[in-house]
């Protein structure tokens, strides 16, 4: 789900910079609306004003957020190969 995240950002500069202006916000993915299944390992919800749940979607967004401002990480450049988009999206990535 990481890279995922990253390369939403890579695709979409203007969400990196949103998330990095949050500072030091708790983010919270907010599935009150769909609290069954996953819903609460990838959110949480607001139950009687506190949230209950995993939230391991916004713990990645945050951590993803701390090691943008701090330097320490620096999203990875896409080479995007013009004859054949594919290619080459994930040759930067570890997996």
Known sequence: MKVCLELKLQYHPDLKHLLIETKNARI????????GGSGN???ASLVNGKWQGSNVM???????RDDL?????????LKI?????????FEE???
């Open 28 to 35: 919270v993915e907010d599935c009150s609306s769909r609290s």
């Open 41 to 43: 390992f990838w959110g």
């Open 58 to 64: 916004g713990k990645l967004r945050m951590n993803l």
């Open 69 to 77: 401002q701090s330097g320490k990480y620096e999203l990875p450049a």
């Open 81 to 89: 190969d013009s004859k054949n988009e594919s290619s080459s999206i």
């Open 93 to 95: 990535f570890k997996f």
